[in-house]
């Protein structure tokens, strides 16, 4: 009997490619830029933006397993419509090679200036 190979190998939750980042979502409409400052529990962090603003980001439901975050990850955040000024929900979180392309190809200048300060 011929054994079968096994082409497909099943990979860890954390297992990608870490020199390709693949297609990068970029925020469009009124989404930006964030960095996670802390985590608060719940499926809420506090975030600053690319306006310079500080919001409560949110996890939404339907994403509240499939996202985890950490101080200090880039991550795409869409203000509410109804105190847009202090609340958001967190809708992308970036892998770090992703990161790294954000930043040779200009995306992040806005959110790291404003990080300095």
Known sequence: MVQSKKKNKKRGRHAYDK????????????EMFGIV????????SRIRCA??????????GALKRRLWVRPGNIVIIEP??????????ILFNYKPIQ??????????KDLLEAEEF
């Open 80 to 89: 509410w419509e109804y105190e847009g000024d202090r609340k958001g929900n």
């Open 19 to 30: 020199t390709d980042e693949g297609k990068v979502r970029l925020p469009k409409g009124n």
């Open 99 to 108: 990161v790294k392309w954000l930043k040779e190809k200009g995306h992040l």
């Open 37 to 44: 400052d802390t985590r608060l529990g719940m499926g809420k």
């Open 51 to 60: 306006d310079g603003k500080e919001r409560l980001g949110r996890i939404p």
